[in-house]
């Protein structure tokens, strides 16, 4: 086949070379066959049993739900739990796999796609909702009957692959057999979704938000994968790929040399320390925090702990988790952030999915509000946790101040709560808000006065302050960090924490930029955290630098009018500081 090459955005960096292999997303391929009669009952009680599993997955959401939803949303629960036991549906099936001698999935195909027909023709917006039914419903008794989850992870053959996916969750990316995955390409997402965070996090290279490369590229086809620039080449020439295997050589040397600093302090050639700490999801990437030289954990991003599975974990479990965490890290510190679910990271129970618009939904401190149990359970977790080591607590999406109080209300009522059961915990362990949303940084000098610590979370605030929704795959080359809007936000609330007096972190992918220190050094904040990897090139930069040429850039760069303006001015700049040796890993550009 003829070479070609597809572009997108860097994703998650590294250089991967394998065979393609597309994976279908949920709802998709199923294989379809012919059966005997011998088979027939089988194919009936695969049937069944997935109707009845699909049930109880119903079942359990709907009681989830009651706790915090409204009955509006219950009653679209009951009736595709009705749906479940609709003559039409379930006899219909069977009488496909009796009469037909076809495998359940395909009957099963077969009678969804007549209910939705029966309904195409039909101009009223009650039954076109009743489509959409159909699939939603469809969808998750297929994927019982072929063993959800639909992406079979464990089904992957043999051999060094590159997937080719329409989307991933962030847990299945977390499951990938990285052994055999060597990276993979999805036609949608954004850089600062959590699939791709969770990517970088766990060092699979991955190029995101490429519409149509799913039905461009054949199965078997070699592919480079280029994590840098965002680089595909499907069928590479031999010269081409001779010269990708030494770029990849290349990449590892270059990963070597920083790696060789990695234990210098993260300081500027004029002494200013700034400490540089990393982001977590999963226990699996302690090992790698601890390699890549991070301080302390400056977020902890402890809804992993809830997805990918139905039922929530108990307080002894979160307990569990927390202390390993604690003890694994100590005497350094770990900043705990509070779930954040909702937004791209729903439990697979679905159980708040049902909103329209759920990044401006209920997520994060939000839900746990609503849902008080829910949070009680982590902080009372958190709080026996906390002798174990050195905890911060991390509140994630406030937009006002009456949200910080209600939260240091209820982390007070269960301080009492466990000095009576004389359960140990920390008494002045640091709380922080995440500052993620335009209006808590208008008031910035307000929640000052009510925390211990602010961390900005540029991903979100990106997001909501540019109103780029930060996983759309339409709008990702509009997502800038380095938009003036953006530094502006950032600026103000630092100098509201310096005013205040209160410690100031940055843990949004911007603080792994290479390119974004020399900003973050001249606006004086006290910790950056990042995604490990990003660690030794952040702390190579920083070395390189003083603090007096970051105030001077960073000055003029508050005064430009376009992103495009920000980032030639700093990569000038850059270039001109930076020593002659990492001028020519060129690792502010993004390449080798
Ligand atoms: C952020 O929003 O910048 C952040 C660090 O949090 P998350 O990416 O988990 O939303
Ligand atoms: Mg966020």
């Known amino acids: 086949m003829k070479a070609r090459r597809f572009r997108s955005n860097a994703t998650s960096p590294g250089i991967a070379i394998g065979t393609a292999y597309h994976l279908q997303s949920q709802g998709a391929a199923f294989v379809r066959y012919w059966i005997g009669n011998s088979d027939v009952k089988e194919e009936i009680d695969r049937l069944k049993n997935s109707l009845q599993k699909s049930k109880e997955q119903l079942d359990q959401i709907s009681a989830k739900m009651c706790r915090f939803q409204g009955h509006d949303q219950i009653k679209i629960i009951e009736s595709h739990r009705m749906f479940l036991q609709d003559d039409m549906l379930v006899s219909t099936t069977i009488q496909h796999i009796q009469e037909s001698k076809i495998n359940a999935e395909w009957a099963l195909d077969k ?46 053959p043999k051999g060094e692959m590159i997937l080719i996916v329409h989307d991933l969750s962030p847990a299945e990316v977390a499951n990938l057999p990285k052994d055999r995955v060597k990276g ?31 039905d461009s590229i054949t199965d078997g086809e070699t592919i ?109 510190p770990v900043t705990i952030r509070t779930i954040d679910l909702g937004g791209d990271k729903m439990p697979l129970s679905h159980a708040y999915d049902l909103q329209t618009n759920p990044a401006l939904g209920l997520r994060g401190i939000r839900l746990c509000l609503k849902e008080r149990p829910l949070f009680k359970t982590q902080l009372r977790a958190i709080l026996r946790a906390s002798v174990h080591g050195h905890p911060r607590i991390l509140i994630p999406m406030i937009s006002s101040v009456d949200e910080i109080r209600t939260v240091k209300k209820i982390i007070g009522e269960i301080k009492e709560e466990l000095t009576e059961q004389n359960i140990k ?45 930060r996983i759309n795959e339409h709008v990702a080359e509009m997502y800038n960090p380095f938009h003036p809007a953006v530094l502006r936000m950032i600026k103000s609330t630092v100098d509201a924490a310096k005013k205040a007096g209160i410690k100031i972190s940055l843990c949004g992918e911007l603080a792994g930029d290479p390119l974004a220190i020399t900003l973050m050094v001249g606006m004086e904040l006290d910790s950056l955290s990042m995604n490990p990897v990003s660690i030794p090139k952040v702390k190579k930069v920083l070395r390189s630098i003083t603090k007096v040429q970051t105030e001077k850039l960073t000055e003029y760069v508050l005064t430009l009018k376009t992103a495009d303006d920000i980032v030639k001015y700093i990569k000038k ?20």
Do not use: W
């Open 111 to 156: 009678t969804l796609a007549h209910l939705k027909l029966s309904f195409l023709n039909v101009d009223e917006e009650y039954f076109r909702e009743r489509q959409q039914d159909i699939d939603y419903v469809g969808r998750r008794i297929m994927d019982n009957l072929m063993g959800t989850p639909a992406l079979s992870l464990s089904d992957l």
């Open 184 to 214: 993979f390409i999805m036609e949608g997402g954004g850089e600062t979704s959590h699939t791709a965070i969770i990517s970088r996090a766990l060092e699979i290279p991955a190029v995101f938000s490429l519409k149509g490369i799913f």
């Open 224 to 332: 480079i994968l280029d994590g840098m620039k965002g680089l595909i080449v499907a069928s590479p020439t031999k010269k081409e790929k001779e010269q990708y295997i030494t770029v990849q050589e290349n990449y590892a040397a270059l990963e070597r040399i920083l790696m060789q600093d990695i234990h210098l302090p993260a300081e500027t050639k004029d002494g200013y320390r700034i400490s540089i700490e990393g982001n977590m999801e999963l226990l699996e990437e302690i090992p790698s925090l601890i390699d890549h030289g991070a301080e302390g954990i400056g977020l902890y991003r402890t809804e992993y702990l809830f997805l990918d599975r139905l039922d929530e974990p108990t307080e002894d479990e979160q307990f569990d988790n927390y202390t390993e965490v604690l003890e694994r890290l100590s005497p350094k």
């Open 425 to 469: 915990f920390k008494s002045d362990i640091p709380l922080g808000i995440m500052i993620e949303v335009p209006s808590a940084v208008f008031l910035a000098p307000e929640l000052a006065m009510e925390v211990d610590f602010f961390s900005i979370g540029t991903n979100d605030l990106i997001q909501y302050g540019l109103a780029i929704d």
């Open 573 to 592: 700049q850059t270039k001109h500081i930076l020593p002659g040796d990492i001028k020519k890993l060129h690792i502010v550009d993004g390449q080798i």
